[in-house]
């Protein structure tokens, strides 16, 4: 089995390739926000610890951590950001090693997939074989972001400054897939990318 981590600027369309990936390979695809989201339910050690830092008053009527609640709350607080990002990303962390573990020994699938937007910065290319960089122009990105998701020049401004720049990416990814034209040339970089061995 063949572990791959795909990361890659916001509006890059890391989304686009990934879709191709799990309908055209055997693959188990992981999203780390939604890990991570998942991880933040009740049950689990990551949701008792957050609400332990943070309160109950967190919480929606369900008693589920409320996002935009959670989101207010840190990004004001350098402090608490780091000890809540100290609790989600070693337990996603975890989570993927005994998840890599597991899809090894069961024999399949061919390959296993990681989407993440800090795989560089939480040092994945110790644990997976090979990371790609899914590279989008700044341009590019920006019209992608207003159009599908409404964004503001604003706030993609304030995204694309918090993010790692093209020579980072560069120097950790074993591959770049160019994504600035029709979807059908970024596949075919797929294909060629997985066909090596």
């Known amino acids: 089995m063949r572990s791959i981590g795909v990361t890659g600027g ?13 309908e055209h390979y055997d693959a188990r695809i992981i999203y780390a926000d939604r890990l991570a989201y998942e991880l933040e339910s009740p049950g689990h050690d990551c949701y008792d610890r957050i609400v332990s830092l943070l309160g109950d008053d967190i919480l929606d ?10 989101a207010d709350r840190i990004f004001g607080d350098p402090v608490l950001l780091t000890e809540v990002n100290g609790i989600i990303h070693p337990a996603v962390k975890e989570y993927i090693c005994a998840e890599i573990e597991r899809q090894r020994e069961a024999g399949h699938p061919e390959f296993f997939v990681l989407e993440a937007a800090l795989l560089i910065e939480e040092k994945y290319y110790d644990i997976l074989d090979e990371l790609w960089y899914v590279r989008t122009d700044a341009d590019i990105r920006r019209q992608r972001l207003k159009a599908n998701r409404g964004y503001s020049d604003e706030k993609t401004d304030s995204i694309m400054a918090a993010q790692l720049d093209d020579a980072t990416y560069m120097k950790y990814c074993k591959y770049v897939i160019d994504n600035n034209g029709d979807p059908e040339a970024a596949f075919s970089q797929v294909d060629l990318i997985l066909m090596r061995k």
């Open 10 to 22: 916001v509006g890059c369309g890391k989304s686009v390739i990934l879709n191709y990936i799990s």
């Open 61 to 70: 009527p369900e008693g589920y951590i409320d996002k935009h609640i959670m």
